[in-house]
């Protein structure tokens, strides 16, 4: 599980900024909101609510730098690392970017501190903290020497064993090249370490791709774990139910069509093709889609609907409705950009209280523009609540509502009047809504 995450130096974002899971001493909607893991209290849910172009979308994007890194790594030496840095300031160009984040892997807190730019990983940190440990110790620490493109590692021990034995150590510094992390370097190793492909194992499992209000064909995804069975049908169709938006059940039918030789010729002449992935094509030359139909409540019957006429608050339900029972039935962390998108405020309240009452171990971070929740104090705590606002040089701070002492915020205050009233930040500073319809184009006085 995620303890809290630094990032800098990526998008908007400038300075450090952290968001943090560790719920504070406040009680308050203990059972639903809080998760016990050895001596630590993490929250489920973080929800990041700013002005638009406030940075809150980059926030989400950072979480995906951290599977990219250790997951995905460069190919080869001139291979690069694709993200962008802090644009508005000229002095940031040449300095490297940074994550910081503490996790939890099986019965240990891991502490581990990544610097990288677009050409090189040149620096790594990884401490850890056993459950019952009085202190942490280091793993290793990695250096990258960027005149020379070569890096160096210290290996730590603990109780008197090295982390790494000197031959397999040798080994893995055989792939660790300038722009891989020491992860990157063991998937691409033929070395077997324990705890690399334990904290590699959880990474991979619990880190979900995010979500994003563009096209993703997420419906796809929703019906390719049904027909697999990976979540049952039945329960995709009662969340429907309950979502009152006229759907008893709905049909999957898989559909294979013959793809145009053409189109194939065209496809195996594509370097951008893995040659897995010609030699599948090859194979069997044929698109599977899996046909959805919703079948409606009718007079007498049900009526079966084709999904692409159905609504779109009903798709982006049945597209959420696949990660909502992932989250509730496995445990993994997800990232949502705008969870209210096409949503009615009631079911878009629904989807969270549901994620809430039945999930375990899963983390969930989403953007919102939704400010209203904050008039029910019983729907949510202070900690789990974060504010994006950007400065006149246009970079992004983060902020938590548990950070307001009582001068600004009293136990008893309203945070929605107190956010809408400007009290709490975040909020668009728009300009005068007169427009002088009778100026031409050409005046300029």
Same mark, same amino acid.
């Given at each position: 599980?995620?303890?809290?995450?630094?990032?800098?130096?990526?998008?908007?974002? $400038?300075?450090?900024?952290?968001?943090?899971?560790?719920?504070?001493?406040?009680?308050?909607?203990?059972?639903?909101?809080? +998760?016990? &893991?050895?001596?630590?209290?993490?929250? &489920? +849910?973080?929800?990041?609510?700013?002005?638009?172009?406030?940075?809150? !979308?980059?926030?989400?994007?950072?979480?995906?730098?951290?599977?990219?890194?250790?997951?995905?790594?460069?190919?080869?030496?001139?291979?690069?690392?694709?993200?962008?840095?802090?644009?508005?300031?000229?002095? =940031?160009?040449?300095?490297?970017?940074?994550?910081?984040?503490?996790?939890?892997?099986?019965?240990?807190?891991?502490?581990?501190?990544?610097?990288?730019?677009?050409?090189?990983?040149?620096?790594?940190?990884?401490?850890?903290?056993?459950?019952?440990?009085?202190?942490?110790? &280091? +793993?290793?620490?990695?250096?990258?020497?960027?005149?020379?493109?070569?890096?160096?590692?210290?290996?730590?021990?603990?109780?008197?064993?090295?982390?790494?034995?000197?031959?397999?150590?040798?080994?893995?510094?055989?792939?660790?090249?300038?722009?891989?992390?020491?992860?990157?370097?063991?998937?691409?190793?033929?070395?077997?370490?324990?705890?690399?492909?334990?904290?590699?194992?959880?990474?991979?499992?619990?880190?979900?791709?995010?979500?994003?209000?563009?096209?993703?064909?997420?419906?796809?995804?929703? !019906?390719?774990?049904?027909?697999?069975?990976?979540?049952?049908?039945?329960?995709?169709?009662?969340?429907?139910?309950?979502?009152?938006?006229? +759907?008893?059940?709905?049909?999957?039918?898989?559909? !294979?069509?013959?793809?145009?030789?053409?189109?194939?010729?065209?496809?195996?002449?594509?370097?951008?093709?893995?040659?897995?992935?010609? &030699?599948?094509?090859?194979?069997?030359?044929?698109?599977?889609?899996?046909?959805?139909?919703?079948?409606?409540?009718?007079?007498?019957?049900?009526?079966?609907?084709?999904?692409?006429?159905? !609504?779109?608050?009903?798709?982006?339900?049945?597209?959420?409705?696949?990660?909502?029972?992932?989250?509730?039935?496995?445990?993994?962390?997800?990232?949502?950009?705008?969870?209210?998108? $096409?949503?009615?405020?009631?079911? =878009?309240?629904?989807?969270?209280?549901?994620?809430?009452?039945?999930?375990?171990?899963?983390?969930?971070?989403?953007?919102?523009?939704? $400010?209203?929740?904050?008039?029910?104090?019983?729907?949510?705590?202070?900690?789990?609540?974060?504010?994006?606002?950007?400065?006149?040089?246009?970079?992004?701070?983060?902020?938590?509502?548990?950070?307001?002492?009582?001068?600004?915020?009293?136990?008893?205050?309203?945070?929605?009047?107190?956010?809408?009233?400007?009290?709490?930040?975040?909020?668009? =500073?728009?300009?005068?809504? =007169?427009?002088?319809?009778?100026?031409?184009?050409?005046?300029?006085?």
């Amino acid at each position: 599980m995620i303890i809290d995450f630094t990032i800098s130096n990526f998008r908007s974002i $400038r300075e450090a900024q952290t968001i943090s899971f560790e719920a504070t001493s406040d009680l308050h909607l203990e059972d639903s909101y809080v +998760i016990n &893991k050895g001596e630590y209290r993490l929250l &489920k +849910i973080a929800m990041v609510l700013g002005a638009n172009a406030s940075g809150k !979308s980059n926030v989400l994007r950072a979480f995906e730098m951290l599977p990219i890194l250790l997951l995905q790594p460069c190919e080869n030496k001139t291979s690069q690392i694709k993200y962008d840095k802090f644009a508005l300031n000229p002095l =940031y160009r040449n300095k490297d970017s940074e994550i910081k984040v503490n996790f939890i892997c099986g019965q240990t807190r891991y502490s581990y501190e990544v610097g990288f730019n677009n050409l090189s990983v040149t620096r790594e940190l990884l401490k850890a903290k056993p459950f019952g440990a009085l202190r942490d110790h &280091k +793993i290793y620490e990695r250096f990258t020497d960027e005149s020379k493109l070569v890096s160096s590692i210290k290996w730590g021990e603990y109780e008197g064993k090295k982390y790494v034995p000197s031959g397999l150590a040798r080994d893995l510094k055989t792939t660790l090249l300038h722009n891989r992390t020491l992860f990157g370097a063991y998937l691409n190793s033929n070395v077997n370490i324990s705890w690399i492909q334990e904290i590699i194992d959880w990474l991979g499992s619990y880190m979900m791709p995010i979500v994003k209000t563009t096209n993703q064909h997420l419906d796809s995804f929703t !019906s390719e774990q049904i027909y697999e069975q990976i979540i049952k049908k039945e329960q995709v169709a009662e969340l429907l139910r309950r979502a009152d938006v006229g +759907i008893r059940d709905f049909e999957l039918e898989k559909k !294979s069509e013959a793809i145009p030789p053409k189109i194939i010729d065209f496809m195996l002449k594509d370097d951008r093709l893995s040659d897995e992935e010609k &030699k599948r094509l090859t194979d069997h030359p044929f698109t599977d889609d899996i046909v959805v139909k919703m079948i409606h409540d009718g007079a007498q019957e049900g009526i079966p609907m084709d999904f692409q006429q159905e !609504s779109n608050g009903t798709k982006r339900y049945y597209e959420l409705s696949s990660i909502l029972l992932k989250l509730v039935q496995e445990s993994h962390f997800v990232a949502i950009d705008e969870l209210e998108c $096409r949503l009615h405020p009631d079911l =878009y309240e629904f989807f969270i209280l549901t994620y809430l009452k039945n999930s375990h171990e899963s983390q969930m971070i989403f953007t919102t523009h939704m $400010r209203e929740f904050l008039a029910d104090k019983d729907l949510f705590r202070d900690d789990c609540v974060w504010f994006t606002e950007k400065n006149r040089e246009g970079a992004t701070s983060l902020y938590s509502l548990a950070d307001f002492d009582s001068s600004v915020l009293r136990q008893v205050s309203s945070r929605y009047n107190a956010y809408k009233s400007g009290r709490l930040g975040a909020v668009p =500073y728009v300009g005068d809504t =007169y427009i002088d319809t009778n100026k031409n184009d050409g005046d300029h006085e």
